[in-house]
């Protein structure tokens, strides 16, 4: 089969889980073209949309059979924006990703197939994505290996959606204990948008790191 993998954010934390996923689907025998721009879409088999942070157009996914993208919350609940980091906001240490049809509504195809993460609840954000990158694969693997024998299913019950996250959603209330917001601490990225908290006028930047037992 061909197939192509996009991920048009070079610099997004999936990358390195789509060269392993490129690499154990050529495994099996099938020809994988890894790129960055919807214009390099092969016409294909599958187009699996990784991460993407834009809208795929219909004359793009008119080139594969199946257009798929896979996204971490129990469709339809928790459509939008970085539905893990809400989700782990919330409390919630399990949390489903949905692989499913890309079509012109966001986040509206009919399911394939799911999953489902479980965490301790002491993961930073390396570690939450790495148990995210490794389940997202291997739900992709499975679509793979199972078809034809595949069945789309609509989506049922009430949606919800998820709104974007921006820097400021990494500040931290000075009024409330490190225990109250542990769970913001465990999703802010240190470099791209790290802890902070405004005092006095100020702005104070935390990081956050886990000591190796």
């Known amino acids: 089969m061909l197939i192509t993998l996009l991920l048009d954010n070079k610099k997004s934390w999936f990358y390195p889980y789509a060269e392993d996923l490129k690499k154990k689907i050529e495994e099996k025998g099938n020809h994988v073209y890894l790129v960055h721009s919807v214009d390099e879409v092969e016409v294909g088999d599958f187009a699996f949309f990784l991460s993407c942070e834009k809208i795929i157009k219909k004359d793009i996914r008119t080139k594969n059979k199946y257009n798929i993208v896979v996204h971490s919350s129990a469709l339809p609940k928790g459509k939008g924006w970085s539905p893990l980091t809400w989700q782990i906001l919330e409390g919630k240490n ?16 009919v399911i394939y197939m799911q999953n489902e ?17 490794r389940s997202i694969n291997q739900l992709i693997l499975e679509f793979i290996s199972l078809y034809p024998l595949i069945d789309g299913k609509k989506q049922v019950g009430d949606e919800t959606f998820y ?6 959603s990494s500040e931290l209330n000075i009024d409330k204990s490190i225990k109250e917001q542990f769970n913001l601490l465990r999703v802010v990225d240190n470099e791209l948008y790290p802890a902070y908290f405004l005092y006095k006028g100020n702005r104070y930047i935390l990081t956050i790191k886990k000591e190796k037992k």
């Open 117 to 133: 993460m479980e965490f301790c609840g002491d993961e930073l954000l390396n570690e939450l994505h790495e148990i995210q990158g």
């Open 163 to 168: 709104e974007r996250r921006t820097s400021s």
């Open 94 to 109: 399990k949390i489903t990703n949905t692989l499913f049809e890309a079509v012109d509504k966001v986040d509206a195809g």
